[in-house]
């Protein structure tokens, strides 16, 4: 990973190199919107290849997806993955944290000789990759957040997951942050990644009742004399 430093360095390189995104930033925050520039995302994989968790790992928009692509190991078989992901669905409240994800074009190729397994499968063709969702609704060891797997699609939800779902400090902070601003949406441009967001997704109402319901009824609580 790399290091705060590093991190800020690389921010200011970008930024005195493209100006333009100081202003283009300014507007999408009046609009709610926050836009990664994809350079940042493909310094992130440059960040990973020198990991050693990718080789040769590459970002290019296909709006409004992303199609990544990179040298892997899976199942001790060296792979190039690629595929193109559209987020179809983002719900964040109370309840849920989910995001839908739509896989394109999904394609494994061996990066050389291999005689594992999974090598046999991609030569003979046996994997039906049309439908990547299916194939990981039946892997073992599935995590917790996944919701749904199903022919194209993945559903993730983050609330599933026991350190967020059954964390209640956790839970009141998210129902708290939610009532007054959520994640709406997420689609690239040819040249940013612009994550959406929507205040007030439940009304003012809703964001009143939520702080009375998280903020001031656990305090009042905390401040009345205990019975024995």
Do not use: C
Not at 124 to 131: F, K, R
Not at 136 to 158: C, Q, T, W
């Amino acid at each position: 990973m790399p290091t705060p430093q590093e991190t800020v360095d690389a921010v200011r390189a970008y930024l005195r190199s493209h100006p333009e995104e100081l202003g283009r930033a300014l507007r999408s925050a009046l609009g709610l919107r926050f836009g990664v520039p994809l350079a940042a995302l493909r310094w992130l994989g440059a960040q990973a290849e020198r990991a050693g968790k990718v080789e040769d790992f590459n970002i290019d928009s296909v709006p409004p997806g992303l199609r990544l692509s990179g040298n892997v190991e899976m199942m001790s078989t060296p792979i190039r993955a690629s595929a193109i992901i559209y987020v179809e669905r983002v719900l964040f409240n109370e309840e849920e944290l989910t995001v839908a994800l739509r896989f394109e074009e999904v394609a494994l190729k061996l990066n050389g000789d291999s005689e594992t397994p999974m090598a046999a499968l991609i030569k003979s063709g046996a994997l039906d990759l049309t439908n990547p969702g299916t194939l990981v609704a039946y892997m073992p060891g599935r995590s917790p957040i996944l919701a749904e797997a199903n022919g194209n699609r993945i559903v993730l939800d983050l609330m599933r997951d026991p350190k967020i779902g059954k964390n209640p400090l956790v839970r009141r902070a998210v129902s708290l942050l939610t009532s007054f601003v959520t994640l709406h949406g997420v689609e690239a441009d040819p040249k940013h990644l612009d994550i959406a967001f929507r205040a007030l997704p439940i009304g003012l109402g809703g964001a009143v009742r939520s702080i009375r319901k998280h903020v001031v009824l656990p305090s009042m609580s905390r401040l009345l004399p205990r019975t024995r």
